[in-house]
Each structure stands twice: as C-alpha cells, then as structure tokens.
C-alpha cells in the first residue's frame, strides 16, 4: 500500500490538470451516512427515498413536511470537513487542480475552501432553496427559520408555490451547464482521481471513462469496490480522510 500511496503521489505531483469527481464517501467521516452503505441513509430508513424523489415529494404534502423536519434535523448538528476535503483545497491551491465535480449536496466543499469556478455541485446543494414553479432561489437558513417558526411547509413568498432544496431529485433533470462544464473538464485532464464513489451513478459516472478515453491516467480512492476498478490505473481501498492527504501532499 505504502509504494502504491507513493506512486499516485508521484502522478499527482507530475500532473498539468488533475480532475476529482467526489461521492458520499469523502464526507463519511465527517459523520454524514451514505445512502446505500450498510449504515446508509436509504438502508436504515427506506421512506426516506420518497423524500428525494420529486414526484413524490411535489403530490404529497406529508412527504413534504417530513422533509422538512429532516432538514432541521441535519441543519442542527454541526458537521465540518475532515482531512480529505481539505486535501483537495490545497491541491488547488497549489494549482494542480483544475476541477473538482462533486455528487454530494452537503456543501463541505464550499466550507472546506474549494473555489466556486473550480466546483461543479452536479446534485445541487442543500444550502440553498428554490420554488419549483417561478425558480427564485433563497438561502435555506431562512425558509427553517419558518419551519422553526410554526410552517410545517413553507410556500414561495413570491409566487405561493412548493419549495424544496435545490438538490436534484430523482425524477428531476441535471444542469445540462454543470454537466457541460464538467464533461469538458474530464476531456482535457491527464489525471482523474475518483474519490469515495461506486461510479454507479450516471451520466456524471460518464467523466471516467471519458477522461480515460482521452489519455488521462485514472486513480479510485474508496472504502469499497467500484464498479469501474478494471479499467482504472491504480486502487485504493482504505480510509479516504487517512490517505488523500498523503496523494495530495507536495512531493519531497
């Protein structure tokens, strides 16, 4: 593992444009579940993947205010980036990274330090919310405030219609410029790191193989199996707070 862990260092160090597409694991450690994981979200409480589909979530006013109690629930703990975030803060920092694309709506890369034009959040983000009939979007600090208040589902107050988090919900289409954006980033990379993801999850999974397609050397990082390990250059399987910021590390 110790001459592996050396080696992607070594790729990483001699890399013009590194690409990180980041999953459910990066933020495990930062006391976030995964969703299909033996202690994920999803597996633990399967009514829960109601809530993050929108037809569901638009038909039903009691999925809708439940939803809204598990926001306040995840909006009261406290929960912070740990090392592997902050890992690729510095890899940017040192210029070497050119993109990170995360599927997670948790908002620790933004926290974390990442830049804003160097991130694609291709799920969205729960940071914020959005009504789904005229579009305006709004802190969600305030539409809890609500919650918090007495409104078991708060309503638009521009238009009165249904507000939800502006994640993408099953049911729901991705940004076609956040998949532009980061499609043409694994295009042009010569190293993609992929980081706490099964890749089973498409299109994004689709950066991959691209990036691989277009000569770029391809590392997974993740505390399991992938569905793409056969066609990447190196694996690894163990901690990802323990190990990216060793990967990330300048070389000596």
């Known amino acids: 593992m110790e001459q592996l862990i050396r080696t992607v260092r070594g790729w990483i160090a001699g890399a013009s444009r590194v690409v990180a597409l980041t999953g ?7 006391g976030i579940p995964d969703f299909r994981g033996p202690q994920g979200l999803w597996t633990k409480n399967p009514g829960a993947e109601r809530m ?7 038909a039903d006013p009691d999925v809708r205010r439940r939803s809204w109690q598990s926001r306040l629930e995840i909006w009261a703990r406290e929960v912070d980036p740990n090392p592997g975030h902050l890992a690729l803060v510095d890899l940017e920092r040192r210029g ?14 933004v926290k974390a330090g ?9 799920h969205g983000t729960m940071r914020d919310v959005v009504c789904l009939s005229c579009g305006e979007r709004a802190p969600m600090a305030h539409a809890l405030a609500r919650v918090r208040a007495g409104e078991e589902d708060p309503a638009c107050r521009t238009c009165g219609g249904i507000l939800k988090s502006a994640t993408i919900s099953f049911g729901q289409g991705l940004v076609a410029t956040d998949l532009q954006r980061a499609e043409l980033a694994a295009r042009r990379c010569d190293l993609m790191l992929a980081i706490g993801t099964k890749l089973s999850v498409w299109p994004i999974a689709g950066v991959v193989p691209t990036a691989k397609d277009a000569g ?3 590392v997974i990082i993740n505390a399991e199996p992938t569905e793409m ?5 190196a694996v690894i399987q163990t901690s990802i707070s323990t190990v990216l910021p060793k990967l990330c590390a300048a070389k000596d």
């Open 216 to 218: 770029a050397r391809v």
């Open 114 to 122: 990442s830049s804003p034009e160097r991130l694609v959040e291709i």
């Open 52 to 58: 993050a589909t929108l037809q569901h979530y638009m």
């Open 24 to 30: 459910a694991g990066i933020s495990t450690d930062s």
């Open 229 to 233: 390990d056969t066609l990447a250059d």
């Open 96 to 109: 070497k990274l050119d993109m990170l694309i995360t599927q997670n709506v948790d908002g620790l890369h």
